[in-house]
């Protein structure tokens, strides 16, 4: 199949989405597809073998997605030269994959739009309602999602009943790390940028109930990230008299995230709304026990008590990292089991369920067409 992969952001930019879409590419073209990327992000015209169509249309300021519907016939052209099979749009919030959507329902082409986020309620309530001017709940062939709660959302937004979930994809064997040992010392990793929807001040606050009665030398904590709260973390870690106990390590190419992780004991997110946790995977498949907020996508990623805890609150975070810090041999059960069936996240099996979804496309694309094909015949 010829599959373009569109979204406003993409490499060089670093974050799920971004890294997540060219590992898609890489995958789709090294099964003997034809994956090409659009985006608005400027940078290399190829990423991994993968042609990379990055459009050079305005911008909106600090938000780096498309401006206007000036971005429209661009697009439009791109799409009539390349004839590609299928139109896959990533992110509910990437105005120039809601552009292919609409693009693709207009010319008959195949499409697919993919949720990678949790939507608040006012994002809700904004799509239903321009759902109910512009329907673009109905422009996609296929409407999908990351996770469970993701899907669920995207059927409170767009009024389709019909939303399926179409995960994220790893390289289980590539974050393999070595069984741990039990050991007396803590190291606490987390990965994640560092902004208000990361939560990440939960996490140093979270330090000084972690230490507290006799694991005040046993744990030390690493944060992998960078944004606009790492001067917030640094102060509050001051506040707190923890500073002493947090690396904050800035942001860090993967292979480092891999060294990390495999050096590491727990790994903690403290995130609330997150649609799926690709960090939180990457953990998993390292052997590491973990620590994450319920609610979100962790939730298909994490059976509380098997893999690691969910916790329901702030307070009851710190209490299971504490749980782990001080239970080496509860960390060791659970990191044995936290990279064990893991297969359904592969890449073999993830291509697998994104064939099966562009087949759909395809289908329901060529129904799409027939009544206009009967009518031209019947015009004729």
């Not at 073209?29 to 940078?43: L, M």
């Not at 991994?48 to 911008?59: A, E, F, N, T």
């Not at 891999?258 to 903690?268: E, I, N, T, Y």
Request: aromatic share 4%; proline share 6%; charged share 30%.
């Amino acid at each position: 199949m010829k599959i373009a992969l569109i979204c406003d952001w993409y490499a060089p930019r670093v974050g799920g989405i971004e890294s997540q879409l060219v590992d898609l590419g890489r995958e789709l073209r090294a099964r003997g597809h034809e994956p090409h990327v659009i985006t608005a992000t400027r940078g290399l015209d190829e990423i991994g073998g993968v042609p990379v169509h990055r459009l050079d249309v305005p911008l909106l300021p600090g938000w780096d997605v498309i401006r206007d519907r000036s971005t429209l016939p661009v697009l439009e052209r791109l799409v009539e030269r390349h004839r590609f099979d299928v139109l896959h749009g990533h992110s509910l919030y990437s105005p120039l994959a809601h552009a292919a959507m609409r693009i693709a329902e207009r010319r008959g082409l195949a499409s697919v739009m993919t949720s990678h986020s949790l939507i608040d309620r006012a994002g809700i309530v904004l799509l239903r309602s321009l759902n109910r001017a512009g329907k673009w709940g109905a422009w996609p062939d296929v409407l999908t999602a990351v996770s469970t709660v993701a899907a669920d959302e995207v059927r409170a937004a767009s009024s389709r009943g019909e939303v399926l979930i179409l995960p994220n994809g790893l390289d289980v064997r590539a974050w393999a790390a070595p069984p741990r040992a039990a050991r007396f010392e803590t190291e606490i990793v987390s990965v994640m940028r560092l902004n208000r929807r990361k939560r990440p001040l939960d996490l140093i606050r979270a330090i000084p109930r972690v230490i507290e009665g006799g694991l005040d030398g046993r744990v030390r904590f690493t944060v992998v990230g960078d944004g606009p709260l790492r001067g917030a973390m640094e102060r509050e870690a001051e506040r707190l008299g923890v500073r002493d106990h947090v690396d904050l390590v800035g942001s860090r190419p993967r292979h480092e995230v891999r060294r990390l992780l495999a050096r590491a004991d727990v790994f903690a997110l403290p995130t609330v709304r997150e649609a799926f946790g690709i960090a939180l995977l990457e953990a998993r498949a390292a052997g590491l026990p973990l620590v994450a907020m319920r609610g979100g996508g962790a939730g298909d990623l994490v059976e509380h008590g098997r893999e690691g805890f969910l916790a329901e609150t702030p307070a009851e975070f710190a209490a299971q990292l504490r749980r782990l810090a001080g239970d080496p041999s509860l960390r060791v059960r659970l990191g044995r089991e936290a990279p064990l069936r893991l297969e359904r996240f592969g890449w073999d099996a993830v291509i697998a369920r994104h064939l099966d979804v562009y087949q759909l496309a395809l289908e329901r694309s060529r129904d799409r067409r027939a009544p206009a094909r009967v009518r031209d015949r019947e015009a004729a």
